[in-house]
């Protein structure tokens, strides 16, 4: 079963603009996890944030973590042509088969 | 540079004809997983296995099996390949106990079954 659900499904800017996704999930997490996927190929960890966490950077990226909500989201600020790929949120939760779970994700193209 | 491959990029097969998918990761890793992705379904996991010769069904494990005879190596096998296994495929791993660090994915299977 699904437990992230991304949105926008898609979303177009322009080069130098910044990239907001978010991601809402149902039940608790350990942490909750992006992931780029560019076209046809694999997907790449981006980033980390526990669930006791509330706001993590790197680089460009700044993901926040709202547990009373059960959202996150992802922002990429002074977006590049080369960030254009799909984003996934994952959730973590221990405990069973210890899975991560995945969203359908966010297809993000940027502009030059 | 850590990696996980897997065999084939694409592979086009026929109906019936059974289909392996092979992994291998050089990171020493425990779990090692199989999705497959579909548009508009994301990512669903058909098996996982957290050891050696240890293998546990996902989400959508029929008409699929899997074989990890070896730590480094994770295969799965397509019984009698159908039309509606056309998908990409992706291999994954990562150590025991933690999605905590997150998932290594290799660059996928695109599968297609004429």
């Known amino acids: 079963s699904q437990q992230g659900e991304e949105d926008p499904q898609a979303l177009s800017i322009q080069e130098g603009e910044n990239a907001t996704m978010n991601c809402s999930y149902k039940?608790?997490?350990?942490?909750l996890q992006w992931y780029r996927q560019n076209s046809g190929r694999g997907l790449v960890h981006l980033i980390l944030?526990?669930?006791?966490?509330r706001e993590k950077h790197s680089g460009r990226l700044r993901v926040t973590l709202d547990t009373s909500k059960k959202s996150s989201s992802l922002l990429i600020t002074a977006s590049r042509a080369a960030d254009t790929a799909s984003y996934f949120c994952?959730?973590?939760?221990?405990?069973?088969?210890?899975?991560?779970?995945f969203g359908i994700g966010t297809k993000l193209q940027v502009i030059p | 540079d850590v990696k996980v491959t897997q065999s084939s990029r694409y592979l086009v097969k026929r109906t019936g004809e059974k289909v392996f998918l092979e992994c291998v990761q050089d990171m020493d890793h425990e779990n090692m997983f199989w999705y497959r992705q579909d548009p508009g379904l994301g990512l669903r996991l058909i098996y996982f296995s957290y050891d050696v010769k240890m293998k546990e069904k996902g989400d959508i494990p029929e008409g699929y099996s899997v074989s990890r005879e070896k730590k480094e190596r994770f295969s799965l096998i397509l019984e009698s390949a159908s039309t509606n296994q056309t998908s990409m495929y992706l291999c994954a791993s990562s150590f025991l106990g933690t999605g905590g660090y997150g998932y290594t994915f290799g660059s996928g299977t695109r599968l297609t079954v004429v």
């Open positions: 944030i526990r669930s006791n966490e």
């Open positions: 039940t608790s997490i350990n942490n």
């Open positions: 994952a959730t973590y939760r221990s405990g069973g088969y210890q899975k991560v779970t």
